[in-house]
């Protein structure tokens, strides 16, 4: 990969002394134009990752971004950066699937280091009807040219030696699903890697900037009202997770979403002890380990309709019980921080991607856990769908309509989610 820019230990001193004053700027400063023709509304990896493909897939340079923070510093930021597609539905895996497949040339392509690391995901099997599930789904993913294999208990041993497998645990190990090329990504980097290309593309990039309205006429959107001033465009996608209830709301419809915080933690850093990611499914914990050597745990929602980004004590201690039953050496780490993210959830915990009652204005929302994972392939699909205005097949199960319909997505292996296990 090249490299535009080389910094010396001395050079990387002097910026550091100055207060980065001097350092160069990865955005440029762009004043706001009278109107634009698309707005991407969230600065996040989805948000950045249509704005990219627009520009350089479908040569769409008149597009704003417009972001009410700083860019990835919502959910993006948010999350444990896990990547997979080890799901049984058609609809949940082909996004996914995608995804992967985009994430293991974005490096190259932008120029920039995600950090894609393809260490391997192990999805835990606490009985031998959920490891017969496992195997159904292994089954389905092989079928669609996404390779997974089922682990008995002496490969399992092989494949993760730290892991304890005693049968007198509250919820003993059967087996395991794991999909190799599930792993992780850097999420900053996967912010600014889009937005660099996007803005050397054209695309204009405003933090800081809140969107406070839309103008609609006869059911059709007119413009964006912003924090810099307003706006004229005919199409525009709402892509800001936690917040996308309130800005449906300020465009005149409501979407049947919930926000739950989810928290995440990391301990103190020590040698690597662990090369793959692993889903410890009994009440739902998961841990990796940093390239700095910190592992990384997560677990599921904390239950509490919210959108403060303040976890509870309760949920910290519901998933180091568990993760500390897998790997016992945990007890012996420090936390060293956490931190709570806003996820949008749908009834059937899968996202809202597509038309809304607005002409010309589009949603992408509900994504809750899985939302960070398909970031490059929903950008590619969002990007096709503003550019030609055709919904593409990947995008349509998500329509918003199909909790009018009854066509809803009911793939329990999207996250966790406790009302749908």
Request: proline fraction near 4%.
């Amino acid at each position: 990969m090249q490299h535009h820019t080389k910094y010396s230990g001395f050079s990387l001193a002097r910026h550091a002394l100055s207060g980065h004053r001097h350092w160069p700027r990865i955005l440029p400063d762009c004043d706001l134009r009278p109107s634009y023709d698309i707005v991407i509304i969230g600065g996040g990896g989805h948000g950045l990752a249509t704005a990219y493909y627009l520009a350089t897939k479908h040569e769409f340079s008149n597009v704003a971004v417009f972001e009410s923070g700083w860019l990835g510093g919502g959910n993006t930021a948010r999350n444990t950066a896990i990547v997979r597609s080890d799901y049984l539905l058609d609809a949940s895996f082909g996004l996914k699937h995608l995804a992967l497949d985009l994430w293991a040339d974005l490096s190259q392509e932008l120029n920039f280091n995600l950090m894609y690391s393809p260490r391997g995901y192990v999805d835990l099997a606490h009985s031998d009807g959920e490891l017969e599930q496992f195997t159904l789904r292994a089954n389905a993913m092989n079928l669609r040219g996404a390779k997974a294999d089922i682990l008995d208990l002496e490969a399992l041993k092989t494949r993760v030696p730290q892991l304890a497998l005693g049968d007198d645990d509250r919820f003993p190990i059967a087996g395991a699903l794991v999909q190799e090329r599930g792993g992780v990504v850097r999420h900053d980097a996967v912010a600014w890697g889009f937005a660099r290309k996007a803005a050397a593309a054209g695309v204009h990039i405003f933090q800081n900037c809140p969107v406070t309205g839309f103008d609609i006429r006869e059911g059709q959107l007119a413009g964006i009202q912003t924090a810099l001033g307003n706006v004229d465009c005919g199409q525009a996608m709402i892509s800001v997770a936690g917040a996308s209830a309130k800005l449906a709301n300020l465009a005149g419809f409501q979407l049947p979403v919930t926000p739950v915080n989810v928290q995440a933690f990391v301990t103190e850093p020590v040698k690597p002890v662990l090369d793959c990611v692993v889903n410890y499914n009994a009440g739902l914990s998961y841990v990796s380990q940093t390239d700095k050597g910190e592992l990384v745990l997560g677990g599921a929602t904390d239950g509490i309709h919210s959108t403060a980004r303040r976890g509870t004590f309760n949920a910290i201690e519901d998933t180091l019980a568990r993760a500390t039953q897998m790997f016992p050496f945990l007890t012996r780490l420090r936390l060293m921080r956490h931190w709570s993210g806003t996820a949008d959830m749908t009834m059937d915990g899968n996202a809202i991607v597509g038309d809304t009652p607005v002409g010309g204005l589009k949603i992408n929302a509900g994504w809750g856990y899985a939302g960070f994972k398909a970031t490059p392939a929903v950008g590619h699909e969002m990007a096709a769908l503003l550019a030609g205005g055709q919904t593409t097949d990947l995008l349509k199960p998500f329509s918003l309509d199909r909790f009018e319909t009854g066509a809803l997505i009911d793939d329990a292996g999207i996250g966790p989610y406790p009302w749908l296990h």
